[in-house]
């Protein structure tokens, strides 16, 4: 650990170990009605948003059990 050079007066040590502060910090301010509507629509939209990719990624995540070949049709009839 590390040493100190100089000597510490025991009673100093002793002093700081018994020492409390009185200083309180001040009570929190309660959220408005306007910053909870606003962090509950930021909470729905976030939710709203995991539950939509969740959605459309599920099709892609199987493992490819539904094999659909998509053929490519030409327009070009007979080459005219």
């Given at each position: 650990?590390?040493?100190r050079r100089?000597?510490?007066?025991?009673?100093?040590?002793?002093?700081?170990?018994?020492y409390?502060?009185?200083?309180?910090?001040?009570?929190?301010?309660?959220?408005?009605?306007?910053?909870?509507?606003?962090?509950?629509?930021?909470?729905?939209?976030?939710?709203?948003?995991?539950?939509?990719?969740?959605?459309?990624?599920?099709p892609?995540?199987q493992a490819?059990?539904?094999s659909?070949h998509?053929?490519?049709?030409?327009?070009?009839?007979d080459?005219?």
């Amino acid at each position: 650990m590390f040493r100190r050079r100089e000597p510490v007066p025991f009673a100093f040590v002793a002093e700081s170990e018994r020492y409390r502060s009185n200083v309180t910090p001040p009570p929190r301010a309660r959220a408005s009605r306007s910053q909870l509507a606003r962090q509950a629509l930021v909470g729905i939209t976030v939710t709203a948003g995991l539950v939509g990719a969740l959605l459309f990624g599920m099709p892609a995540m199987q493992a490819g059990t539904q094999s659909t070949h998509h053929t490519q049709q030409s327009e070009a009839k007979d080459g005219r």
